[in-house]
């Protein structure tokens, strides 16, 4: 071999194993450097996932701290409550004993006054739609008519006995006797746990479903009788309750030797919805005859909106006079001796609205109608004197300008259709009214 040609050797050999390993190295590089970025790539992965996380629990613990904020705060509302409850008396009484008993006084002095366009037969100025005299026939019409006599006075009173407090009320007017200028008891009783004994509403006829009126005496359709009587009320479920009584109904056209039985069943179906189911049965003697009285009745109240309350009241009676106002007589004696009793059904239905803190007012209607038995009208001798059917609609307003002060103002219409013609040959009497109050309550 020669000198040139193992130069020309020498020389290749380095110039072909440079290239290789720069490539070589270069890939090295290249693959640490994409490792690199691989692992920084999968640790900031990490890391996002472990700062997410940290956030999540972040959020759940802030919602334990809000969950555990309300609850404590209705905690504190409970406790409030419980605490202002007991804090704060129903009322302060005036006068209490030295054995415990306390008493609270109450009662309003009332103004009544009407003005009689047409009709209207006693001197009062509450309603007679069931005796207005047929037309033509010595109305009374044109007068203007007042009285206090509505001015009542009261006194709630308890005493604690054992474990429980004897609860009971006293309460007068002045609308008793013939002229109603009179004093006379409308509430008296006393209340122990589930019992009631003394005088109040009857349970069968109550006021509870009445429109509101400014006449003291109600409506067509209405009731407000109040009994002797023994109560007991039995309470299935905060909202339903079975109420039964005992009643004298005090009926002056019978011989009375038994009570009256009736039962009421009050159920709450809603916060603005109540209904009263309502059953009676009375024997009626008249000398050694005698019959069965029964009657059923439906009440309901109904707040449509805030401020807007609907009231309906319903009644079927047969032979019974006492409970429901301005009925034909329950039961009349033939000559032979045996006893016909009326039968009627009566509804009276009305809305009342607020008009603001200081106003409201009410609408409302009622009607009732007796069953055309000939019996009954042939045994009765002055057949003007009952009616085939009665009805009556009033609007009234209500204004107190301060808490203890209130003025009424109220229009009525009505008219009777008596069984039997005046000498006139008129069966139908009006009455037509237009009735004040101003009421001072303390």
């Known amino acids: ?201 009857s349970n069968f006829a109550i006021p509870d479903y009445m429109p509101e009126t400014i006449d003291a005496l109600a409506y067509v359709g209405g009731a407000v009788k109040r009994t002797p009587q023994v109560r007991y009320t039995t309470k299935f479920s905060p909202q339903t309750n079975l109420v039964v009584a005992a009643e004298d109904p005090k009926d002056s056209s019978i011989n009375q030797r038994l009570p009256a039985l009736t039962a009421r069943l009050n159920h709450q179906f809603a916060d603005n919805l109540n209904v009263s189911l309502r059953a009676m049965g009375h024997e009626k003697r008249v000398n050694s005859d005698e019959e069965m009285a029964w009657g059923v009745g439906v009440g309901a109240k109904y707040d449509v909106v805030p401020g807007t309350t609907l009231k309906a009241d319903y009644y079927h009676v047969k032979g019974d006079s006492s409970f429901v106002s301005f009925t034909n007589k329950g039961v009349v004696a033939q000559t032979n001796g045996s006893l016909i009793q009326s039968e009627f059904d009566s509804i009276m239905v009305g809305i009342t609205q607020k008009f603001g803190d200081n106003v409201h007012g009410t609408l409302g209607y009622g009607y009732m109608n007796f069953d055309k038995d000939p019996n009954y009208i042939a045994a009765t001798p002055d057949k003007t004197t009952i009616n085939k059917d009665l009805w009556q609609t009033w609007a009234n307003v209500f204004y107190s300008p301060r808490k203890p002060l209130s003025f009424g103002l109220e229009y009525v219409y009505g008219e009777r259709e008596a069984f039997g013609e005046a000498a006139n040959g008129n069966k139908t009497g009006e009455d037509n009214r237009l009735n004040l109050v101003a009421i001072y309550n303390f």
Not at 180 to 198: K, P, T, V
């Open 1 to 201: 071999m020669n000198t040139k040609t193992l130069t020309q050797s020498t020389h290749f050999q380095p110039t072909t194993v440079r290239p290789t390993m720069q490539r070589t190295l270069m890939m090295s590089m290249i693959a640490l450097s994409m490792g690199g970025i691989s692992v920084v790539a999968q640790a900031q992965t990490d890391q996002q996932k472990e700062i997410e996380q940290l956030r999540q629990e972040v959020q759940a613990l802030r919602g334990l701290i809000e969950q555990q904020k309300v609850q404590n705060a209705q905690t504190a509302t409970a406790i409030a409550n419980v605490q202002r409850t007991a804090a704060a008396p129903v009322a302060n009484p005036v006068l209490k004993t030295a054995k415990g008993a306390e008493f609270n006084l109450y009662g309003n002095v009332r103004l009544d006054a009407s003005y009689q366009v047409e009709g209207g037969a006693k001197d009062m100025p509450y309603n007679q739609i069931n005796g207005v005299p047929l037309e033509g026939n010595n109305e009374q019409s044109d007068r203007l008519r007042s009285t206090l006599s509505a001015t009542r006075i009261g006194l709630d009173f308890k005493s604690p006995v054992g474990d429980q407090d004897v609860k009971g009320k006293i309460e007068v007017d002045f609308l008793g006797g013939a002229n109603l200028d009179n004093l006379r008891i409308r509430h008296a009783y006393l209340n122990y746990g589930n019992w009631l004994i003394g005088q109040t509403w």
